[in-house]
């Protein structure tokens, strides 16, 4: 097997560990106190609808990316051929084929019984690299924007994120005005020399200079970091549920949801639509995975892990707690300070946006800096352009915008409601599966229907596409429901509650 663009391999367990932490975040947190609301049977049924739509469109991607490796190979091929024709006629030979078009040739031409090399997950392609080859001119400029507004904003709301949770943690002063977090003295002896937003920015900073750096280099170099900030993330996850399953026997269920409100399906559709986003960071992370050829299945696997994940803290919250905040961890806030033990899980949950945070940004700076070279660049020949414009120009312009949004604008409550709202239906549902309706079309037309793809989506029948294309604008019709001043509101509640403690 060829080894992936960018460097070293991992294995497939590796492989889904960076899938994972993609996937599991801080939206993991507001899953409890949807799922009391809109009772405990309507709440499961929709994750676990919601993860099965989300898979079904990860295996549109992977099947996507190995119609591009197969239109990339047959291209070379054809280029061999016409070589070795002039070759020929140069030479005057009349006889076979050169050795490298018919070892070449021998390697990606298969029978009908038995799938074609032809079609493969080995070279790097991202989405924006697929609607080039599959998509029309109007596609392309469509896809593009779509990705580049979708993945800025990610990097900007995850770095806000994670630099007020780092604010939070370090300023010792609750906000003096809640309409905005960042107000007022960041300790109580600072006199007003040292504010909140002045920690904010340091903070802010710090994280750009710890995981700014690795967009410099491909997912596989982020492999110890991966490594690490799982463990801090299931670390608080295993803590959580662990507290709230202590409580259980200790007091018995505490929380009584229904089994089905209505009323709060809004919610709760808000809070778990877009958790099991991992499309637009895909390819980079499929592309070195070592042994693919039970690639679906495994990642089958984790997506059942993430859900029972999910449920497991949902439901132990939901019935531990007889009134649940917006964020799971305001439930572990102490309320006094003699329990030294509690203060520093306090603390520790405090930071997990942090430890997640860390992992995905890395992800998705890489994800933007691949789709940006795609967009400007031709990657057929990416080695050929100059070092500074291919490995200095183009991460810096990944990482530098949402740095100087969120440096000087830390409120973007704007652009989570535009971002999760509108956008993310169209990464998680539109694009991938007009991608792969193209996609199955062009390769018939190039390859044949004899050449099977190993790779095909076990959802192929056309169908299935309607049903993701109808679903996807009832998603966008939903997201609408979640309004700017609600996740504004969510935000002030969690800081000011979860630092009262000090």
Not at 116 to 134: C, P, T
Not at 172 to 199: A, K, L, W, Y
Not at 409 to 422: A, G, K, N, Q, R
Request: net charge neutral; proline share 4%.
């Amino acid at each position: 097997m060829p080894v992936a663009e960018g460097g070293d391999q991992y294995s497939v367990w590796v492989g889904l560990i960076y899938i994972f932490n993609l996937i599991v975040g801080t939206g993991g947190l507001t899953l409890p106190a949807a799922f009391a609301r809109a009772g405990w049977g309507l709440s499961t049924i929709t994750l676990v609808f919601l993860a099965f739509m989300s898979f079904v469109n990860a295996t549109y991607v992977i099947e996507t990316m190995a119609c591009a490796n197969a239109v990339f190979k047959w291209k070379r091929l054809q280029l061999l051929k016409r070589n070795s024709m002039q070759d020929k006629e140069n030479s005057e030979q009349t006889t076979s084929n050169p050795p490298e078009y018919a070892e070449l040739e021998d390697s990606v031409v298969c029978g009908d019984s038995e799938p074609s090399q032809y079609y493969s997950l080995d070279k790097r392609i991202e989405l924006g690299e697929m609607a080039n080859l599959f998509l029309s001119k109007t596609g392309q400029t469509m896809v593009y924007c779509i990705l580049c507004v979708y993945l800025y904003g990610e990097l900007s709301i995850y770095s806000a994120a994670a630099s007020k949770s780092l604010m939070h943690v370090v300023c010792s002063t609750v906000p003096s005005n809640m309409q905005n977090i960042t107000d007022g003295p960041c300790f109580h002896d600072s006199e007003g020399t040292f504010t909140r937003i002045d920690c904010y920015r340091v903070a802010l900073l710090t994280f750009f200079a710890a995981m700014g750096p690795f967009v410099f280099f491909n997912v596989q170099k982020t492999k110890y970091l991966q490594l690490f900030t799982s463990g801090m993330r299931w670390l608080a996850f295993v803590i959580m549920i662990s507290m709230a399953i202590h409580l259980l026997i200790k007091h018995g269920p505490q929380g009584k949801p229904p089994a089905f409100d209505f009323t709060g399906m809004p919610n709760l559709f808000g809070t778990c639509a877009y958790v099991f986003m991992c499309h637009h960071s895909l390819p980079g992370l499929i592309s070195p995975i070592r042994g693919k050829s039970h690639l679906g299945l495994h990642l089958s696997l984790d997506y059942m892990v993430i859900s029972i994940f999910y449920l497991l803290l949902a439901f132990t919250g939901a019935f531990a707690f007889a009134n649940l905040n917006d964020l799971y961890t305001l439930n572990f806030v102490p309320t006094n300070n003699e329990n030294i033990f509690l203060e520093i899980v306090a603390y520790f949950l405090a930071l997990f946006p942090v430890f997640t945070l860390s992992t995905s940004f890395p992800i998705i700076a890489i994800t933007l800096r691949n789709n940006l070279q795609s967009l400007f660049l031709d990657t057929s020949r990416l080695e050929s352009y100059n070092f500074v414009l291919r490995k200095l120009i183009f991460p810096i312009v990944a990482v530098v915008p949402p740095l100087l949004l969120t440096y000087f604008l830390e409120d973007i409550s704007v652009l989570i409601m535009f971002t999760w709202s509108y956008v993310s239906s169209w990464i998680q549902y539109l694009i991938p599966t007009f991608l792969v309706l193209f996609a199955r079309r062009h390769c018939a037309n190039l390859l044949g229907l004899g050449v099977v793809n190993r790779y095909k989506s076990p959802f192929s029948n056309v169908s299935w596409a309607v049903f993701v294309l109808l679903w996807s604008f009832i998603c966008i019709i939903l997201g609408a429901v979640n309004t700017i001043e609600k996740d504004s509101d969510r935000e002030t509640s969690y800081f000011n509650e979860v630092f009262n403690f000090k």
